[in-house]
T-cell receptor
Framework: QQQVKQSPQSLIVQKGGISIINCAYE??????FPWYQQFPGKGPALLIA?????SEKKEGRFTISFNKSAKQFSLHIMDSQPGDSATYFC?????????????FGQGTRLTINP | KAGVTQTPRYLIKTRGQQVTLSCSPI?????VSWYQQTPGQGLQFLFE???????NKGNFPGRFSGRQFSNSRSEMNVSTLELGDSALYLC????????????FGPGTRLLVL
């Protein structure tokens, strides 16, 4: 019930293309869904996050699509650039009570070919 | 504003030893969480501290412990190290209640030989 499943494990996209990473969760109590980007040797950095009361959130080239009934959410990177090459993690948490505990997907290694 | 800092950045220990890692959160942040990152298991939650109290705990053995000081700085300790404890240990901080975003530090890479 605590799992977040992420796919694909790795993804290669041409420069200018759209990168799509998918995640599915089981626990319907989750109410906060962030995406993190991690470069080698660095800690994860928050990219964008969504709550289940909206179906889509866009920030620049990054968009989260959220399907509450299917318990799925995805990250779309438009006009992908070589600088986007990194590992991406989806996560979920239940914010009730104020406790902070992120459950992460397994990660997707994204490579953008120039 | 300075980000989350972690010390040391790299550490080599041998089996059976113990280790203490340190984390300084972003100024004003009172919640500090710790995560273990390995290639096989990914990012796994260890524990969270808020106002010097452990508020949440992951599924790790008792060899993993932590604490938080009055200035919100946190330490985690691993006793009787095992080879499988080799990992990147990440600390994340977040603002007082109502601010969900967790900001991660660069991590401490621990190698157990």
């Amino acid at each position: 019930q605590q799992q977040v499943k992420q796919s694909p494990q790795s993804l290669i996209v041409q420069k200018g293309g759209i990168s799509i990473i998918n995640c599915a969760y089981e626990n319907t109590a989750f109410d906060y869904f962030p995406w993190y980007q991690q470069f080698p040797g660095k800690g994860p950095a928050l990219l964008i996050a969504i709550r289940p009361d909206v179906s889509e959130k866009k920030e620049g080239r990054f968009t989260i699509s959220f399907n509450k009934s299917a318990k799925q959410f995805s990250l779309h990177i438009m006009d992908s650039q070589p600088g986007d090459s990194a590992t991406y993690f989806c996560a979920a948490s239940r914010q009730g009570g104020g406790a902070q505990k992120l459950v992460f997907g397994q990660g997707t290694r994204l490579t953008i070919n120039p | 504003k300075a980000g989350v800092t972690q010390t040391p950045r790299y550490l080599i220990k041998t089996r059976g030893q113990q280790v203490t890692l340190s984390c300084s959160p972003i100024s004003g942040h009172r919640s500090v969480s710790w995560y273990q990152q390995t290639p096989g298991q990914g990012l796994q939650f260890l524990f969270e501290y808020f106002s010097e109290t452990q508020r949440n705990k992951g599924n790790f053995p008792g060899r993993f412990s932590g604490r938080q000081f009055s200035n919100s700085r946190s330490e985690m300790n691993v006793s009787t190290l095992e080879l499988g404890d080799s990992a990147l240990y990440l600390c994340a901080s977040s603002a007082p209640r109502g601010q969900e975003t967790q900001y991660f530090g660069p991590g401490t890479r621990l190698l157990v030989l």
